[in-house]
């Protein structure tokens, strides 16, 4: 029975005649606006259940052809075996993982020229009062540093890592790999280590390959200036050193990979692609070693990527320390073994950059102040400990 509905007004009357087709009359038992509200909420309903119907049948249909609609970072990618997933929260409070995803975590941290910080951390540098917090603290007395500490992402290697990000700092990452465990101390040039070393790597890829520009930056380097103002404009790959050999442009230059400034391009893809597979060709090399040795091959040339070695005198390190206190922008704890001896240099060290602040500007200017470091980071103890791998080897 199709239903008709049409209301006869009377001009003095609040009363409405409604009819349905077969005869049937309602005439004089609802008023005037309880009967055009029922005919307008009955026709509202209909049309939104022939609506909801047309959409699930639209999405029976695309599931039958298998069609999906895709998270922004929904990815794998099979050449490197690594998976980008993100554990849930160990607190009480739940936590919508939406927020924490790569490409709002990026954007939310991005300056305006789509430039970001990036740092690792995994559990053992992430407890209390280790090398995180002296990490930040450093961005906090620096020289024009406290302004970037809202545009650094710290990329958490394991769950407790990121549920102490949570707690001390705005933008967290977690990337955790399945089946690998990077909680622990990764011990130099360890299979954990090297795990560590080259799932950076592509992981750098990925975030060139979405648009930003980065300076990725170990969180054991104390930042102490703004380092943007010694960059060079026409680089597109520029990395800090052990030795610098005077010459920004030099091969000849020892890289370090644990601090670089990367511009979003062709050509810097290219190269990260390059470097990661590279890891086949010389394997049981960390990312480092293998720079060296590809840094002087022509793909470097085909591509035509703009490679720069940074001073030592602005970013120094304790196998190279910057020798003026006016200049040094980043220091260091490389040439190190052992995180206690970390610990302990870089505490001196902060201890040294705080005193150097403490100064009256005419004895800043002087330049008479002087790292005490390293101490337990000597070279003697990085030989020391290459001298016991090689005997363990041999063993």
């Known amino acids: ?45 209909l049309f939104f259940a022939a609506v909801s119907l047309s959409c699930f049948i639209l999405y029976r249909a695309s599931e039958s052809v298998g069609f999906r609609l895709l998270n922004s970072f929904d990815s794998f990618d099979p050449s490197s075996g690594l998976r980008y997933v993100f554990p849930s929260v160990v607190d009480d409070s739940p936590l919508d993982s939406d927020e924490y995803r790569l490409e709002r975590v990026l954007k939310d941290a991005a300056m305006q020229d789509r ?14 009062n280790s090398v995180i917090d002296l990490f930040l603290e450093s961005f906090r007395i620096g020289d024009r540093t406290r302004r970037l500490l809202n545009h650094l992402v710290i990329i958490a290697l394991d769950q407790k890592a990121f549920s102490r990000c949570l707690v001390i700092h ?67 790959f520029q990395i800090a050193c052990d030795h610098f050999s005077g010459s920004s442009l030099d091969l000849e230059n020892r890289p370090n990979g644990g601090f670089k400034f990367v511009r979003s391009n062709n050509r810097s893809i290219e190269f990260y692609k390059f470097w990661y597979s590279s890891r086949e060709t010389y394997p049981g090399n960390h990312d480092q070693d293998v720079l060296n040795k590809i840094k002087n091959d022509s793909f470097i040339t085909d591509i035509d990527l703009k490679m720069r070695f940074l001073n ?37 060290m902060l201890q040294d950059w705080k005193r150097y602040l403490s100064l009256p500007l005419s004895l800043k200017r002087s330049s008479i102040s002087s790292w005490r ?3 337990n980071c000597s ?17």
């Open 312 to 348: 030592t005198a602005y970013f120094g390190g304790l196998c190279e320390p910057s020798k003026d206190f006016n200049l040094v922008c980043t220091m260091h704890a490389n040439c190190c073994f052992g995180l206690d001896s970390k610990l302990h240099d870089l505490r001196i």
């Open 170 to 236: 705005t933008h967290c990452f977690a990337l955790v790999t399945e089946g690998v465990d990077f909680s622990q101390e990764a011990y130099f040039m360890t299979p954990g280590y090297l795990k560590m070393m080259w799932r950076r790597i592509d992981f750098l890829r990925s975030v060139l390959e979405m648009g930003y520009n980065f300076i990725f930056t170990d969180a054991d380097i104390m930042w102490f200036r703004d380092p943007f103002p010694h960059f060079y404009l026409d680089a597109d």
């Open 115 to 128: 430039t970001v910080i990036l740092t690792t951390l995994n559990e053992a540098w992430a407890a209390p």
């Open 379 to 395: 070279l003697d103890s990085l030989h020391r400990y290459d001298s016991a791998e090689i005997d363990a080897e041999q063993g």
């Open 373 to 375: 470091v390293p101490w």
């Open 1 to 45: 029975m199709r239903l008709k509905c049409s209301g006869q007004r009377r001009r003095r009357s609040s009363w409405t005649t409604f009819r349905f087709s077969a005869g049937n009359s309602f005439s004089d038992m609802l008023p005037d606006s309880s009967a055009f509200i029922f005919c307008r909420t009955l026709v509202v309903a």
